[in-house]
């Protein structure tokens, strides 16, 4: 069975039942999920996804050598050592990372009780898509982040890029919707990301470059998952 939580009340609705047996995937294609995948791709060790500005610093107050990730308003924080944009994460090969986002990070956190949290993005599709076809989970649910209270294109591309490269057997009503989104996108997957109320918030503060990089398919064969508190790498 293939499920899709499109927006954050949605989210919050799957949370709280018994996720034990479900496998997450969690999009936040601008630029959360992105940013995660393209750091793991680049040797960042571990990403450790909190959902507020303050726990993000008292993680890094018990731990100086964590770097402190994350945006708010699409910006950097203050005192923050990197924002959210994927190009950030491939400088700092080796580090582990706090990070905190809008919704990405809080997107993750909700999953904690699933039997497996992935991460999914555009720049991996592929190689989620392979992991879910070798393991074969009896139930997943993709989990499209949204930007703030609101459902969200990009994230619902995301999942529809997933849900055309699996089994067509027991797709949810939202499953298929969202495979028939990423079916009418096609090839303009950047336009379409471009023309999202988060792509056009990231055009006017100047975090339009971001775009592209998310909108890219497949460069990445990486599967990141959530282990314990932290996202890392699948070996292999
Ligand atoms: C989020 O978590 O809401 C996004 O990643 C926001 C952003 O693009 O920075």
């Not at 050592?81 to 990405?104: A, C, H, Q, Y």
């Not at 393991?135 to 849900?163: H, R, W």
């Amino acid at each position: 069975m293939i499920q899709v939580a499109l927006c954050p009340t949605e989210i919050r609705r799957f949370s709280a039942m018994d996720l034990s047996g479900v496998t997450a995937v969690v999009f936040d294609v601008l630029r959360a999920t992105s940013s995660i995948i393209t750091g793991l791709a680049y040797g960042v060790e571990a990403i450790l996804p909190v959902r507020t500005v303050e726990a993000a610093r008292n993680l890094k107050m018990n731990d100086p050598d964590l770097l402190l990730a994350g945006e708010r308003g699409g910006l950097p924080l203050a005192d923050f050592d990197l924002g959210n944009s994927p190009e950030e994460f491939e400088k700092i090969k080796g580090r582990r990372v706090v990070m905190t986002t809008t919704n990405g990070t809080v997107a993750i956190e909700s999953m904690k009780a699933a039997s497996k949290v992935l991460i999914g993005s555009l720049l991996n599709i592929d190689a989620v898509a392979d992991y879910l076809f070798r393991y074969q989970p009896k139930s997943l649910l993709l989990v499209c982040a949204g930007t703030g209270e609101e459902f969200s294109l990009e994230d619902a591309i995301g999942a529809g890029a997933l849900v055309t490269r699996l089994s067509d057997d027991g797709l949810s009503d939202a499953a298929i919707f969202v495979r028939t989104l990423y079916e009418r996108v096609g090839e303009d997957v950047e336009e379409w990301l471009r023309q999202t109320t988060n792509g056009r918030l990231l055009q006017k503060v100047g975090k339009g470059a971001d775009i592209q990089r998310c909108a890219q398919l497949s460069g990445f064969d990486v599967v990141g998952y959530l282990k314990g508190e932290s996202v890392v790498r699948l070996a292999g």
